[in-house]
Nanobody, 125 residues
Framework: QVQLVESGGGLAQAGGSLRLSCLAS??????????MGWFRRTPGKDREFVGT????????RYADFVQGRFSISRDNAKNMTYLKMNTLKHEDTDVYYC????????????????WGQGTTVTVSS
């Protein structure tokens, strides 16, 4: 079982920065076993992939819209994942979620099974 809690959201000015944090509580596997992702969603719209980071190697991959402005990191010793957002734009205003990949109950694939409650980012233009 994995429980995720995000923090760090708030109000920022366009061009500014914020760092979001995600604390994981894990019970069966070490935190380093989980691929972690960040997503965002505006109410009424589909969830949007932001980026992901692998467990031990910490390989990262980002959505095209990030354009080098965001970076994801993790501290496996602290069970923490971070999303550093620079050069914020008004359109980055959203609720941001962290998620952990896990094996589906049918055992056929990994997908993001565990989600935090989200943290709200508001960017003033």
């Amino acid at each position: 079982q994995v429980q995720l809690v995000e923090s760090g959201g708030g109000l920022a000015q366009a061009g500014g920065s914020l760092r979001l944090s995600c604390l994981a509580s894990v019970s069966s596997l070490p935190f380093s076993s989980y691929v972690m992702g960040w997503f965002r969603r505006t109410p009424g719209k589909d969830r949007e992939f932001v980026g992901t980071i692998s467990g031990r190697v910490r390989a990262t991959r980002y959505a095209d819209f990030v354009q080098g402005r965001f970076s994801i990191s993790r501290d496996n010793a602290k069970n923490m994942t971070y999303l550093k957002m620079n050069t914020l734009k008004h359109e980055d205003t959203d609720v941001y979620y962290c998620a952990a990949e896990d094996l589906r109950p049918d055992g056929r694939a990994y997908e993001y099974m565990h989600w935090g409650q989200g943290t709200t980012v508001t960017v003033s233009s």
